[in-house]
């Protein structure tokens, strides 16, 4: 049986644990548009194509990446943000550029990123407030001079004229028309803990990922709040399969084509408003429960960040890109609808098994990991064998 857990001491341990994590060995909103941009250009996997397979680029601070601690990756057309532990990283044409607490950045730890595409200013969550990247200038906002509810801001959404924030006390939202802020935490949502790591935005709903408080939802229309919980309550076991979401621990959202998904640290759920789905590493082809994040790309196609490798689901089959836990060499496994399961031969893998956040360009993905920043580039497909 689990406790409920002290939320300031636990919260701070968590996070401590999760930067932490980052050094040790191997072994944000979609609107309709992106997704139906994302539906035609995003690599499919349907079985008679079989799934995508990825050509591998590492970027590190050889390459002039500000840190290899990469926590967020943004795609803005042909440019490439990275939020680092030791800055703001942009990739455009061949060169890179850093941003710092110099430069007006609010921390030099960057948590989360998000666009805005009516801009094209870049939000930017750090652990110390948040910070607009408008036109090469940087205004930061802070507890002390903002509506902010807390500097250590874990996620960031765009959605017509509101920016929408979590951080470590509750979640907020700056409407940029009128510039006022308002506050949601325990006194004004049904969230009990108040550790928001995640923020998922359409122009219908927006979704929180509360730690320890389940799932959020806001609806835009008649602001009002849903709460969705683990129906096991507490305790670790899968008593329920299936009936709700598969943990109250939610470390990302992403809300995508009337479809919610959420990534826990005991595995992941998928909600189509009617139905959950959830998904274990043992009825599954996740390589792990631990998730760090989650990106939907439509209603039956996402991409889960895990600690022990990236993993992609089609609706029906899986497969997982990672140097190997074992050997360090790199291997793509795949899992089909029957439980099958093969491994692909690989020349090439992400820098690192601890993966912290995915973004696409066209039908490449980039990838933040523990140690350095991946380009996937999408290869021809060709059928494997499954076992």
Known sequence: ????????????????????????????????????????????????QGLPHFRFENFTTANGLPDDRVYAVLVDGDRIWAGTNNGLGLYDHGKWTTYTTKDGLAHRAVLSLALDKRTGDVWAGTMGGLSRISGGRIVSY????????NDVVYGVAVEGDNVWVATAAGACRLNLRTGEWS????????????WVYGVSAAADKVYFAVWGSGLLEYNQKTAGWDKYEDPDGETELVLFKDQGLIHDIVSSVSYVDGVVWAATYFGDSRYDGRYWHN???????????????????DANHAWFCTDKGLAYYDGANWAVYRPSLTTGKPEMLIRD???????????????????????FQGSDIWVATAKGLSHGILQPQRSEAMK
């Open 183 to 194: 506050l949601y935490n325990e006194r004004n949502t049904p969230m009990v803990e108040i």
């Open 337 to 359: 609808a029957k439980g099958r399961e093969g491994q692909v031969p690989a020349a090439t893998a992400p820098a690192h098994n601890y993966i912290l956040g995915i973004d």
């Open 1 to 48: 049986m689990k406790k409920r857990a002290n939320t300031s001491v636990w919260g701070l341990t968590l996070l401590a644990f999760s930067i932490a994590a980052l050094a040790r060995p191997q072994g944000l909103s979609e609107s309709r548009t992106a997704a139906q941009r994302l539906r035609s250009e995003q690599p499919r996997s349907a079985a008679s």
């Open 142 to 149: 802070t507890q002390l001079n903002s509506g902010l509810s």
């Open 279 to 297: 998904f274990l590493t043992k009825d599954s082809g996740l390589p792990s429960n631990f998730t760090n994040f989650v990106k939907g790309v």
